[in-house]
């Protein structure tokens, strides 16, 4: 009997050879914007990632080496993101400046595309669906945050894509949370995301968060021991080698109350009891539109949580403003219609392209002097954060009441 092996559809090799393509020309288009730009002349943190890619290749110590040129960074992340880094560090700058940059476009993106619903999409044909992308990916290089992760060489956008793309995955999905652990290994400010996962029950996600973080930290203690070690018990407690916290760039509560009050002793617990009760607050709504479904709003009302709360959260942690625009722009149109929730998304948007915060003196506690009026768009990020915050709780009350919570099986 003879056996007739079915011809292999040719819709997938075509689908991959698409993206080949799409990736490649991405790409170029990168390295010509860079030259145009006058990019490779900066990207400074990418410039000290490399630097931890490469004192780990060379044997060196990752947490006394300096950024050489006059600024003398010093590599501030986990040594997992240092290992991860090693790649970056071991092929030319210009190489590594073309690859890095086009993953985050790329994952500019993916954030629109996870982002706009189903209902949307399905309106669309697939030419027009791959219009939309484009053209929304590149008027998202007018906003201030991912501007400012583009030119700095930062990585906000893909550690945004990684949590997102993450959580939104169905609650069965193979290893579903273990990349949000892998994002707080690689940098710590996403651990409050584990929050989220507690308040609404994903045991499953959050077992797997926790053993990405762990594998990152096994990692690390495998490769680098003593600069593990010396991380985890020194320099992850030492905020000094992140920057001025004064610093208009610094879009947070902590960076808001040293502007007004400086070094006064009612700063700290301030930043800790506001902190705090706009947490529980986040939580709350977070949980709120999670249990009806609005996953994306969730995650990013969340993302609120740990801009406000973090220490430090320079302007280009902002990215999250693509997802957090789509699901203040949803739940507008969800109570007061289209034309409403047009005007929303073009204000939100709009303000960030406007880059407000630097509208004003900075830099050398210049923002210690600021009078009132200057302090609007100096902490303009805040206040247009805020507003969405409120927004979304007002629209909260127009969603469904779930039948049942959704929560994972216990891991």
Not at 87 to 96: K, N
Not at 354 to 380: A, C, K, T
Request: with cysteine.
């Amino acid at each position: 009997m003879t056996v007739t092996t079915p011809p292999s559809s040719p819709t997938r090799p075509a689908g991959r050879r698409r993206v080949v393509i799409a990736i490649a020309g991405c790409a170029v288009l990168v390295a010509l914007g860079a030259w145009i730009g006058h990019l490779y002349g900066g990207m400074i943190d990418l410039r000290v990632y490399r630097m931890g890619g490469s004192v780990l290749l060379h044997g060196d110590s990752l947490y006394d080496a300096k950024l050489p040129g006059g600024s003398n960074l010093p590599f501030t992340y986990p040594p997992f993101a240092a290992i991860a880094m090693v790649p970056l560090g071991a092929v030319p700058w210009g190489v590594a400046l073309v690859v890095w940059t086009t993953i985050s476009v790329l994952c500019i993106t993916a954030l629109w595309r996870a982002s706009l619903t189903k209902t949307f999409w399905s309106f669309v044909t697939q030419r027009k669906r791959t219009a939309v992308l484009i053209a929304l990916t590149v008027l998202s290089l007018l906003l201030e945050p991912v501007w400012q992760t583009i030119q700095f060489g930062q990585i906000n956008l893909l550690l945004t894509a990684m949590i997102l793309l993450d959580l939104i995955r169905p609650n069965d999905a193979r290893l579903r949370g273990f990349w949000l652990g892998v994002t707080i290994g690689i940098k710590l400010t996403p651990l409050p995301f584990l929050a989220l996962l507690v308040v609404t029950k994903q045991w499953r996600a959050l077992r797997n968060a926790v053993l990405g973080l762990l594998a990152t930290m096994a990692i690390g203690f495998a490769i680098v021991p003593h600069q593990s070690w010396r991380y985890w018990t020194d320099v992850i407690l030492d905020a000094n080698r992140v920057g001025g916290i004064a610093y208009t760039g610094n879009q947070s509560f902590n960076g808001f109350l040293h502007r007004i009050g400086d070094e006064a002793s009612w700063v700290q617990p301030t930043w800790f009891v506001l902190s705090a009760a706009f947490g529980l607050a986040v939580l709350w709504l977070a949980r709120k539109y999670w249990l009806a479904d609005e996953r994306v709003t969730a995650i990013s009302v969340m993302a609120l949580a740990v801009l406000y709360a973090s220490p430090i959260s320079w302007s280009h942690h902002w990215v999250w403003i693509i997802p957090l625009g789509v699901s203040l722009i949803r739940g507008v149109n969800r109570v007061w219609g289209l034309n409403p929730a047009v005007v929303t998304g073009v204000l939100f948007y709009g303000l960030f392209v406007l880059r407000s915060i630097w509208w004003v003196p900075f830099r050398d506690d210049r923002e210690l002097d600021w009078s009132f009026w200057q302090s609007i768009p100096g902490n303009s990020h805040l206040i247009v954060g805020m507003i969405a915050f409120i927004l979304l709780v007002i629209t909260s009350r127009s969603l469904p009441k779930p039948s049942t919570p959704e929560a994972d099986p216990p891991a």
